[in-house]
């Protein structure tokens, strides 16, 4: 039962998941009864690739029940989505016909059966988006998914050993018996000395003074940050890897904890003291020259400057050479890596890199940036805007979004949208028009 308080714009009750009592707004709840035909939840094995029913994301792992099944209409959901099935009551048990909720292809009972467009959904899950144009291009269908080796994504096109590793290792975890798991739980790796963080990983573990644009999610005591993993992560919570090329988990800025999204429930107590991460590397500190540059917050490194500094160094670099063919295509991750990891230790003069690699050191630095460019707040507005009518109803739609964001993110898509107009009035040399 639920009370209604303050002239009814706030609710007072008992959550049904946790027994905590409290209060809450009106504004972010939506009533739901509870189903008058429930699921019948098994727990049970995943054999083969699925899909949560509830959430629409991947079920992952081999090992264990790893999630819940109803006996009667084949629905299928995580473990910690259980709850919110059986307390919703738009998901209805129809046991007379094949269970239809949640994204498509959650239906899907054997890889075999994946297209290519199946498996490119699957990379994107996955967090391996950047390499859905090599699979496409080779028409990599289920069939073929299965049968991929290292050798086989070096003629894909991956070419970075890491990101082979991440790939096979995701792979493993979706249709092998053999999973991988971290050598050593946290303590051990602390103990030991492994959990070190290299030159170009530990740049954005702890927060800038002042702690300007920092997001920090506090459970348990640990003040999380999206984190990106430049080598093989692993959960510290459940000990498998996390999947994928950017934003792969959190780690705590006070002890290093790294985990999971979905492990976040289970991350024991925060420790600083016992198991304390070195100090991100200051701005001018040796091997650090260009400072806070990926996977940090945009407000912490404009300068003073319209954009990032590296922003302004890729976009004065490509537009010396905007004629150049393709500008934005793809690039081998290999050299890609290398620049980034040439940016964290020494002074580069991008003017003398080639262009195409320029490009696509911009593109990372954006891919990379916790918040992006456009707020996820902002992802169901621009999306109407671009449904709208008009061509002048969007554009009047979309300045009003732009002009509603903070300085700094509304600062560098002006100098982004620059830039790109700049590019696209060279398309009859670099090929790249307004369509690209």
């Known amino acids: 039962d639920v009370e209604n308080i303050m002239g009814g714009e706030w609710g007072r009750g008992t959550s049904r998941r946790t027994q905590n009592t409290g209060c809450f707004p009106w504004t972010y709840v939506e009533l739901c009864k509870t189903a008058t035909n429930p699921h019948t939840l098994v727990q049970t094995s995943t054999k083969k690739p699925a899909f949560c029913q509830h959430c629409g994301d991947f079920i992952w792992g081999t090992l264990g029940k790893q999630s819940y099944k109803c006996s009667a209409c084949d629905f299928r959901c995580h473990k910690k989505c259980k709850f919110f099935v059986e307390n919703n009551s738009a998901l209805e048990c129809v046991p007379s016909a094949p269970s239809t909720h949640g994204r498509p292809g959650a239906d899907l009972e054997s890889l075999d059966s994946w297209t290519v467009e199946d498996v490119c959904i699957w990379l994107a899950a996955v967090k391996l988006s950047e390499y859905i144009p090599h699979f496409s291009d080779k ?29 096979l290792a995701c792979l493993g975890e979706l249709v092998r018996n053999d999973a991988k798991v971290a050598d050593s739980d946290f303590a051990t790796r602390v103990a030991t000395g492994t959990a070190q963080l290299d030159a170009l990983s530990y740049l954005d573990v702890c927060p800038r003074p002042g702690g300007q644009g920092d997001k920090l999610l506090v459970v348990h005591q640990h003040p999380f940050r999206i984190k990106t993993f430049y080598n093989m992560g692993w959960c510290d919570s459940c000990r498998r890897p996390l999947w ?40 001018g500190m040796p091997g650090t020259q260009n400072g806070y540059v990926f996977g940090v917050s945009l407000e912490s490194q404009m300068c003073g400057q319209p954009a990032p500094p590296i922003v302004l160094q890729c976009i004065a670099a490509i537009e010396g050479k905007i004629k150049a063919s393709n500008l934005y295509k793809s690039v081998n991750a290999g050299k890609l890596s290398a620049l980034r990891t040439d940016l964290a230790s020494k002074q580069v003069n991008l003017t003398t890199i080639d262009v195409v690699l320029v490009a696509a050191l911009l593109k990372r630095f954006f891919l990379e940036l916790p918040e992006p460019l456009l ?19 969007q554009v009047a739609e979309l300045n009003a979004i732009i002009s509603q964001l903070p300085d700094a993110y509304r600062s560098t898509v002006s100098v982004l949208m620059e830039h790109l107009a700049k590019v696209v009035s060279a398309s009859d040399s670099n090929k790249m028009d307004a369509n690209t």
């Open 139 to 167: 028409g990599i269908d289920g069939k073929k998914l299965q049968a991929l080796t290292a050798s086989k994504l070096g003629d894909l096109g991956v070419d970075d050993a890491a990101h082979k590793e991440m790939v």
């Open 244 to 283: 994928g090329l950017v934003h792969q988990g959190l780690q705590c800025t006070a002890c290093g904890y790294n985990t999971h999204r979905m492990c976040l429930d289970v991350v024991p107590q925060c420790q600083p003291a016992t198991f304390a991460v070195r100090p991100a590397p200051r701005p």
């Open 375 to 393: 707020p996820y707040t902002d992802y169901d507005r621009v999306i109407a805007a671009a449904n709208l009518p008009s061509e002048g109803a």
